[in-house]
């Protein structure tokens, strides 16, 4: 059961602003008047289409290309089947918790740029206002909250939450959307979906100058759409869906360090900015095909898409609303469930997607990632800063006195101050970070690689986690801590890092020493770092999931998407 006024470390909710885009270097468009300046281009658009039909060559033109391709081959049946009416009733639903969580996970960082530095400024998109000068601003405080009811759950900074919903349902709708595929495919359906004559663009103009001269066309969606329709759901199931899934997946760490050639091109970044833009196509379709539907014949188009008949009649309706009764349902109680039910979601979600979230931990990276001039000029600062007399004892005597203990199933323990870890052999990497809100960053990290770490304290044989504990807490207090699978201590890009960009790490980003593990998210990149141990399993440590975002955010332990 979550508490609103102590979640997340007793966060206060606080609203973001209209949306706004970015015009020039720093004029910013309130997306908000789009609303009468689409209301005037709309009647313009209107006014000229009128006067356009009155033209002998545009009339030619429409009665030449009335709006609709006929179907050329005799054997595709008109009308939908069965699987197609139920798949595209699971569609819209499952639509309905990915979109509303994938807000939910826009507000946690509620920014967009399109190069992976995530510069303050050079956002193109924000629902939140410019960042204060603040040098320790971290990303949890620029996060914003959203409705209960419009994000999934709404509470700010619910990202452990919202990316379950957003996953889980996905690993879902994708599965409808394959199997959508291969019915179409095998029972030639595909021809009423997929233009397959270049005569499509000619009848799609001339379907929006009917619909915009407000003399619209004859529809018989049961035997061809339109091509203007045409064009729309083409896009929507070949294009954008695919798309929806390719940009999501550019935002995986494990991905983005193992397949460089694709990550070098399109940042994270650029992935999120157009995993975005996707989501915009996908209301825009959403209001005009109901809005469509509402007004071209409606219990005629219910018929069609309900019980799958060609008639008139109320059958349509009264299946529609009855699927209605189901995704309000749905709807209504999808965020209260959550906050009553927060560890019911975190272990249905890691069900679902941390099968493959394990697959993609496997991909050790690359070495040699990004160059010095790739450094990013602002590198976000997050988390709970440490501010116990230990560490701030510690901090007043420049560490002189920090020892960091790595201990458990180990043939030899340690105890090492920095002059040691200095002495070890130096390891550094150009890296970039992947923090679950969504900005990134490229630091040069300069330290110990772990393996380095693993041969001098020789893990025995039955140790499978390693665990790095903080110094500092975590937001609901208690120690700070993650747990990382022990084949990573041997990846390329795991290591213990005492510089930054060739400076003595700073307080912000985790003096003495924190942790680099470059293909999970930045979240398992603990800072202040005060002992490691070796386990052969973390359900004794903090609530047992394996890390303090874990036990406390709902986060989960695999996190390489
Ligand atoms: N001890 C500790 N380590 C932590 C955190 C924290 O709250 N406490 N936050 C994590 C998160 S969410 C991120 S994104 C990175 C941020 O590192 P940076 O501040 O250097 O950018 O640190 C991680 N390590
Ligand atoms: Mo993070």
Known sequence: MIDPVTWAGSIPQVNGIAPRVRVGRSSWFNLLWLLPIGFVLLIVAVAVAKGLRNQPTVQHFIARYPGTVEPSHPDVSSGFPVWLRLQHFFNLFLLIFIIRAGVQILSDHPRLYWT????????????????????????????????????????????????????????????????????LLATGHWRHLVPTSWAVFPNAVSVLLQY?????????????????????????????????????????????????????????????????????????FIVIHTAMVFT????????????????????????????????????????????????????????????LQHLFEHLDPKPGQYSEADISPYFWHNGQYPDSDEYKALFDGRFADYRLRINGLVDNPVELDLTQLRALPHHDQITQHFCIQGWSGIAKWGGISMRTIVDLVKPLPEARWVVFYSL??????????????????????????????????????????????????????????????????????????????????????????
């Open 116 to 183: 992976r530095h995530s510069t303050p400024g050079t956002d193109w998109f924000r629902i939140q206002n410019p960042v204060p000068a603040d040098p320790l601003w971290t990303a949890k405080q620029d996060s914003i909250s959203l409705p209960a009811q419009v994000g999934l759950p709404g509470l700010r900074h619910s990202i452990g939450l919202a990316r379950w919903w957003h996953l889980g349902v996905d690993a879902l709708w994708l599965l409808n959307g394959a199997v959508f595929y291969v019915l």
């Open 296 to 355: 071209t014949g409606l219990l005629v188009n219910l018929n069609h898409i309900y019980p799958g008949k060609n008639v008139h009649g109320w059958l349509g309706l009264l299946l529609f609303l009855a699927s209605m009764v189901l995704v309000v349902a749905g709807w209504a109680a999808a965020t209260p469930f959550t906050l009553r039910h927060p560890r019911v979601v975190q272990r249905v979600g890691q069900a679902i997607v941390g099968p």
């Open 472 to 561: 500092g807490e975590g937001a609901d207090k208690g120690v700070y801590y993650d747990a990382h699978p022990i084949e990573h201590m041997s990846h390329h890009l795991t290591m213990l890092a005492y510089d930054m960009n060739d400076q003595p790490l700073s307080f912000g980003h985790g003096a003495p020493l924190r942790l680099r593990n470059e293909i999970e998210l930045g979240f398992k990149q603990v800072k202040w770092i005060k002992g490691i141990e070796f386990v052969a399993q973390y359900d004794e440590l903090g609530s047992g999931r394996g890390g303090y975002n874990q036990d406390h955010e709902f986060f989960g332990y695999r996190q390489s998407i």
């Open 212 to 284: 915009l001269s407000l003399n619209w066309p004859v529809d018989n969606g049961w035997v061809a759409y339109n091509s203007l329709q045409l064009l729309a759901y083409f896009i929507t199931v070949f294009v954008a869906a695919p798309l929806a899934l390719i940009t999501g997946l550019g935002m995986s760490p494990a991905l983005s360090t193992r397949f460089r050639w694709i990550s070098t091109r399109f940042s994270i970044q650029t992935a999120r900015s157009l995993h975005f833009l996707v989501l915009v196509w996908f209301l825009v």
